[in-house]
């Protein structure tokens, strides 16, 4: 009998999103709710699956991990496209790497309500309330104000437009950003100075690449005005995160809404769950009861196909 193991279900709900008895005797399950640390610790566990069904970038499958997997055959991650899978070595080796869809709305979702969170200070009155306070904090308004967009894709495109409904002015900046691209997204495209210099809100959605990796370095971070905010629900590593910290530690910038880092979960000592200028969340983007149903129950699909050897939704090597 073969072995397959559901990755870092950290809420342990993965069994109740999809019907994972239907695969019947061929496959014994296992579900690991705690993270993996480290090559040594993942290879320990994992060495005896043939089947792996990964979350996202929870647990990263570079080659020196594959190499220590001898039984792997399939491994399955949700979502079609996983820079924390080296899918080259893992074609190299004889393994399928299958993906799944995933939603574009609820990121975007989650991002209005950081930008939301940092406006009026929703977070720090929350807890003030509980402890018996009253108005402590002046909020600014969304009308009027100017969003800037780092990556509009799907979900740059989803938030602009949700932004749009709040009446902010949009202006939006990627590499290979045209104008033209930009207006339908009812965006305006500027440079990259210009809009961190010019934005009151700056959101970042771009995939990240040895390209994009520090995109928000010191100099973008030093372009914002003082009263800015920086939203990040896309990738930790895409913000140069020491130059981060000491701007919201200088109080360069006013702030910023951070669900995404560059070690998940991120240590309970990390200088960043100290600033009081900054509202953190687990990396709650794509984590809706909606999205995991589709997630996993693609993820069943693809395991499904696997054993009746006709494999849907393979990745290849870029």
Same mark, same amino acid.
Request: hydrophobic content about 45%.
């Given at each position: 009998?073969?072995?397959?193991?559901?990755?870092?279900?950290?809420?342990?709900?993965?069994?109740?999103?999809?019907?994972?008895?239907?695969?019947? *005797? $061929?496959?014994?399950?296992?579900?690991?709710?705690? *993270?993996?640390?480290?090559?040594?610790?993942?290879?320990?566990?994992?060495?005896?699956?043939?089947?792996?069904?990964?979350?996202?970038?929870?647990?990263?499958?570079?080659?020196?991990?594959?190499?220590?997997? *001898?039984?792997?055959?399939?491994? #399955?991650?949700?979502?079609?496209?996983?820079?924390?899978?080296?899918?080259?070595?893992?074609?190299?080796?004889?393994?399928?790497?299958?993906?799944?869809?995933?939603?574009?709305? /609820?990121?975007?979702?989650?991002?209005?309500?950081?930008? &939301?969170?940092? =406006?009026?200070?929703?977070?720090?009155?929350?807890?003030?309330?509980?402890?018996? !306070?009253?108005?402590?904090?002046?909020?600014?308004?969304?009308?009027?104000?100017?969003?800037?967009?780092?990556?509009?894709?799907?979900?740059?495109?989803?938030?602009?437009? &949700?932004?749009?409904?709040?009446?902010?002015?949009?202006? @939006?900046?990627? /590499?290979?950003?045209?104008?033209?691209? =930009?207006?339908? !997204?009812?965006?305006?495209?500027?440079?990259?100075?210009?809009?961190?210099?010019?934005?009151?809100?700056?959101?970042?959605?771009?995939?990240?690449?040895?390209?994009?990796?520090? %995109?928000?370095?010191?100099? @973008?971070?030093? @372009?914002?005005?003082?009263?800015?905010?920086? %939203?990040?629900?896309?990738?930790?590593?895409?913000?140069?995160?020491?130059?981060?910290?000491?701007? &919201?530690?200088?109080?360069?910038?006013?702030?910023?809404?951070?669900?995404?880092?560059?070690? $998940?979960? &991120?240590?309970?000592?990390?200088?960043?769950?100290?600033?009081?200028?900054?509202?953190?969340?687990?990396?709650?983007?794509?984590?809706?009861?909606?999205?995991?149903?589709?997630?996993?129950?693609? =993820?069943?699909?693809? %395991?499904?196909?696997?054993? !009746?050897?006709?494999?849907?939704? #393979?990745?290849? /090597?870029?």
């Amino acid at each position: 009998m073969k072995r397959l193991a559901i990755l870092d279900d950290y809420q342990n709900i993965a069994l109740s999103l999809a019907d994972w008895a239907s695969l019947g *005797p $061929e496959l014994a399950i296992d579900v690991l709710h705690e *993270p993996l640390r480290g090559i040594e610790a993942a290879a320990a566990r994992l060495k005896d699956y043939e089947v792996l069904v990964a979350m996202r970038e929870r647990t990263p499958f570079r080659r020196a991990l594959l190499e220590r997997l *001898p039984k792997l055959e399939l491994l #399955v991650t949700t979502g079609m496209r996983n820079a924390s899978i080296d899918v080259k070595a893992a074609v190299e080796r004889g393994v399928r790497v299958c993906g799944t869809s995933m939603l574009p709305h /609820p990121t975007a979702e989650l991002t209005l309500g950081l930008i &939301l969170s940092l =406006a009026r200070h929703i977070p720090f009155e929350h807890q003030g309330m509980r402890e018996g !306070a009253w108005q402590r904090t002046l909020g600014i308004s969304l009308n009027g104000r100017r969003l800037g967009v780092v990556g509009l894709g799907k979900l740059g495109t989803e938030v602009a437009r &949700l932004c749009q409904a709040l009446h902010m002015e949009v202006v @939006a900046w990627s /590499p290979n950003l045209t104008a033209e691209r =930009a207006a339908k !997204a009812g965006a305006r495209l500027v440079e990259k100075e210009a809009l961190f210099s010019s934005a009151d809100i700056v959101t970042i959605h771009m995939v990240l690449s040895e390209r994009s990796r520090g %995109v928000v370095d010191a100099a @973008a971070l030093s @372009a914002m005005k003082k009263s800015a905010y920086l %939203v990040n629900t896309s990738r930790g590593p895409l913000v140069d995160t020491k130059a981060l910290i000491a701007a &919201l530690t200088e109080r360069r910038i006013a702030g910023a809404a951070i669900d995404v880092y560059d070690e $998940e979960p &991120l240590p309970a000592e990390h200088p960043l769950r100290k600033l009081d200028n900054v509202v953190l969340t687990p990396h709650l983007g794509y984590v809706t009861e909606d999205n995991y149903r589709v997630a996993y129950g693609e =993820a069943l699909d693809d %395991v499904k196909a696997w054993l !009746a050897g006709k494999p849907v939704r #393979v990745l290849q /090597p870029s």
